[in-house]
Every structure is written in C-alpha cells, then in structure tokens.
Nanobody, 124 residues
C-alpha cells in the first residue's frame, strides 16, 4: 500500500498557475497507475488525469489543454501542473494510486490508495 502526501495547493487569481506534488512512500511509482482527482464544493469527486507506468496519460475534461500530469521518478513524486486556472477549478485535489494492470483512467472506483488532499482556491 502506498502512502501519498499532496502539497503545493494554495490561493491564486484566475489565469494563474500552480504545481501540485504528491510524494509517495511504501513503494515505487513505476509499479502503479497514478491519478489526480478533485472535489469541488458541493460536488462529487471527479477525475482530472491519470498516468500509466509506460507514460501514457488520460486527461479528463477538466484537464484538457490546461493541466499536465507527470512524475519525477528520482523523487518518487507525482506532479500536476495547472495553468490558466479558473474559479471553477477551486477544489480539494487528491492523488491516488492503483496497481498497474487493467485500465488506467481517472475513475475513483479503480483506485485504492489516496492522499489526504490539498486545497486549491482560485479567485476571480
């Protein structure tokens, strides 16, 4: 089981950028499909992007054209670069992991290890 700790959240104005990190311990990211999710106020948890062990990515609608998922293998860390942020991106962002194999898409039910989340607030 991976232990995941997110960081990098904060407050930013619309149009700004943030870089979220997710430090993993208890295993290596090279064996896991990794993903980012978010929970907006009053909404259900939704997928943002997923990253397979071979580098393939799947971007959900919130991420397309603005967010980039990647990993720093030397630091065993998952990254989400977010650009052109909008007030509607305000949410708690979570990283999650599942053993590689099968589908690697950002659907919450597929993932078994979760971080505690980091708050992102975008003001207009």
């Amino acid at each position: 089981q991976l232990q995941l700790v997110e960081s990098g959240g904060g407050s930013v104005q619309a149009g700004g950028s943030l870089r979220l990190s997710c430090a993993a311990s208890g295993g290596t990211l090279s064996a896991y499909c990794m993903a980012w999710f978010r929970e907006r106020p009053g909404k259900e948890r939704e997928g943002v992007a997923a990253l397979e062990v071979d580098g393939r990515t799947v971007n959900a609608p919130p991420a397309r054209g603005r967010f980039t998922i990647s990993k720093d293998s030397t630091k065993n860390t998952l990254v989400l670069e977010m650009n052109d942020l909008r007030p509607n991106d305000t949410a708690v962002y979570y990283c999650a992991a599942k053993r590689s194999g099968g589908y690697c898409v950002p659907l919450p039910l597929f993932f078994h290890d979760w971080g505690q989340g980091t708050q992102v607030t975008v003001s207009s």
